[in-house]
């Protein structure tokens, strides 16, 4: 059996016979952006919004301080043209400019806004999200919020999937942030245990446990 950091069995997420890839992306010089809520609201967003452009599933994720984990599945012979090239750059791109407008102004830039005649398509947060329109400045970024290129790897077998799977979880326990893999909020690890049914980014997953 392959359990989750809990002790809980994992949930098999249907058939992983095609382009399977994980990949691990940073920040710029490891800047600890995304201790901000709003920026990983922001995060998972673009996430979403690409999920469904581009067909891919996500399988798995956790977004940390300063980089992102995240576990991709598509089907290659339907869409033999996606590289995860072409989807991080879709995300980093997007993100970027969403995340640096926030963090200069303290609001949404009205250029990205999905409710502006001129919204880019690259910007898609939840109807129900509430800015804070404060106009409060934060401390200065730096003028990139990635580094340039990411990791990544391919997923050849179930077992692998499973392992890495676990890794991404229990990475916030790993780095001191939490205690437990259910404690910490910017992960798939709620979503894929079935703890709760409220989420921006939407996780594949089945209802039949790994045995």
Same mark, same amino acid.
């Given at each position: ?128 999200? @509430? ?26 077998? @179930? @077992? ?36 709760? @049914? ?14």
């Amino acid at each position: 059996m392959i359990f989750g950091g809990n002790g809980v069995k994992l949930k098999k997420i249907g058939s992983l016979a095609n382009r399977r890839e994980g990949l691990t992306k940073k920040t710029f010089e490891n800047y600890s952006y995304f201790r901000d809520d709003k920026c990983c609201l922001m995060l998972l967003g673009e996430l979403e919004f690409y999920r469904k452009r581009l067909a891919f599933k996500v399988l798995g994720y956790v977004i940390m301080p300063d980089h992102l984990h995240c576990l991709i599945f598509w089907d290659a012979e339907e869409y033999p043209k996606l590289t995860i090239s072409k989807i991080m750059q879709g995300i980093k791109s997007h993100s970027a400019k969403e995340i640096l407008c926030y963090l200069r102004t303290g609001r949404r830039k009205p250029s990205l806004s999905p409710y502006s005649k001129g919204a880019s398509k690259g910007s898609h947060l939840p109807n129900a999200y @509430e800015w804070e329109n404060t106009g409060r400045v934060h401390t200065k970024p730096e003028t990139r919020i990635w580094q340039k290129g990411f990791y990544d790897f391919n997923i050849y077998n @179930e @077992e692998k999937f499973y392992k890495k799977l676990n890794y991404i979880h229990n990475n916030p326990v790993s780095a001191g942030l939490c205690e437990n893999p259910e404690d910490y909020q910017w992960s798939s690890y709620h979503q894929i245990m079935g703890i709760n @049914e409220v989420y921006t980014l939407v996780v594949a997953r089945a209802a039949n446990p790994v045995t």
